[in-house]
Structure formats: structure tokens, C-alpha cells
């Protein structure tokens, strides 16, 4: 089983949608995650921190749950700017970070 | 803002030849990355860094891959004999402190085309 499995997209909404994007995690020993969002070509920029049952930051909100191994992110009043791909990474007590193919979202006028 | 910078932005190269690939990470960080990402494809990690030595490297960093702080500042990922499939974007990463909550800051990139 992979490690992180993301629904892979692409998401086409129009700008005003809300938006949600789930994420499946195989080790259940993760204790927290992050949200990183990618432009085409950039580097990965952190969104959000997940590390209890979920975290709001403005439009974006993030849930956990650790029995289903699943963490979900929404987007309300999607703008156009928010087109991007979204990944969902969990916390590895190294340091790595493991990358799924992530989620891709593109808002339209 | 502090960040992480990165040199070339763009490396293009003659398979066989030795790339450097540069970063500087942020100057109170104590643990560096490297990943890179095919065109296509997903950020895949390549080695971490800590106490100038490496804490965990990935299968795809084999012997033609070497890491080094030379400074104190810069963080070097040295490929020593490019293949074509080494094109890729190469990222570079820094963190304050291994904690659970803690972001990685990664770098713009290098492009490297191996032609």
C-alpha cells in the first residue's frame, strides 16, 4: 500500500466553489501532517500543519481522523489563485518528507 | 523573510560531466535536504543532513551522489557523472528543529537538463 494516496485530479471549479480533497495515510504510527500546495515548475510551500483532529486558516480548513487514516482539506470561495497541486504529506521522525502525486486544482473565472 | 536560495536556477550539462548544484539554507537551520522531481512526476527525497553527515539517504542516492557543508553556510549536492534520467528539478530544504510541527523551508530549485 502506498504510503499517501490522494484523489489525483484535476479538480476544474469555478472561482466561488468549495472544494475538498481527501487524503489516505498507510502508517498509522504518523502522528501529524502537512498541507503543501506546488505551482507548476516551484517548489513546495507550506499551506497548513495538521496535528490534532484538524486546523482552520481562513478559507482553508484541514480534518484528521486517525481511526480512518484520513485527512481531508477544504477550500471555500475558491480564487484563482488558489490553482495549484495540493499534497499531503505526513510528519516522518527523520525528517523526510514523503511526497504523493498530490491533488491537482484548477479554479476558472 | 528568511529563505532558502538556490544556484543555477537553470544547469544544463553534457552526460558524463559533474554538476554542483548549491544551496544555502536558513542561517539558524541545523537540518538540510535534498529532493528533486522528474517532469511528470512527484517529489521524491534524496538525503538529509544533520551534524555534517548524512542522517538517511533514499535508494535513488547511490555512489554517483555526494552531499557537503563546505562553509558552514553553503550545501552542496555534487552528482559526479550525470545520467540523462538525472534531469530533473532538484530542491533544496531546511529546518529549524526536528519537531512535529515544524516546516521544512524548501529552495526555488535547479532545473538540471542532462542533454
Known amino acids: 500500500r502506498k504510503e499517501v494516496e490522494q484523489d489525483p485530479g484535476p479538480f476544474n471549479v469555478p472561482e466561488g466553489a468549495t472544494v475538498a480533497f481527501n487524503c489516505t495515510y498507510s502508517n498509522s504510527a504518523s502522528q501529524s501532517f502537512f498541507w503543501y500546495r506546488q505551482d507548476c515548475r516551484k517548489e513546495p510551500k507550506l499551506l497548513m500543519s495538521?496535528?490534532?483532529s484538524g486546523n482552520e486558516d481562513g478559507r482553508f480548513t484541514a480534518q484528521l481522523n486517525r481511526a480512518s487514516q484520513y485527512i481531508s482539506l477544504l477550500i471555500r470561495d475558491s480564487k484563482l489563485s488558489d490553482s495549484a497541486t495540493y499534497l499531503c504529506v505526513p510528519h516522518n521522525q527523520g525528517g523526510k518528507l514523503i511526497f504523493g502525486q498530490g491533488t491537482e486544482l484548477s479554479v476558472k473565472p | 523573510e528568511p529563505e532558502v536560495t538556490q544556484t543555477p536556477s537553470h544547469q544544463v550539462t553534457q552526460m558524463g560531466q559533474e554538476v554542483i548544484l548549491r544551496c544555502v539554507p536558513i542561517?539558524?537551520?541545523?537540518?538540510f535536504y535534498w529532493y528533486r522531481q522528474i517532469l511528470g512526476q512527484k517529489v521524491e527525497f534524496l538525503v538529509s543532513f544533520y551534524n555534517n553527515e548524512i542522517s538517511e539517504k533514499s535508494e535513488i542516492f547511490d555512489d554517483q551522489f555526494s552531499v557537503e557543508r563546505p562553509d558552514g553556510s553553503n550545501f552542496t549536492l555534487k552528482i559526479r557523472s550525470t545520467k540523462l534520467e538525472d534531469s530533473a528539478m532538484y530542491f533544496c530544504a531546511s529546518q529549524g528543529e526536528l519537531l512535529s510541527y515544524n516546516e521544512q523551508f524548501f529552495g526555488p530549485g535547479t532545473r538540471l537538463t542532462v542533454l
Open positions: 542561517s539558524n537551520h541545523l537540518y
Open positions: 495538521v496535528y490534532s
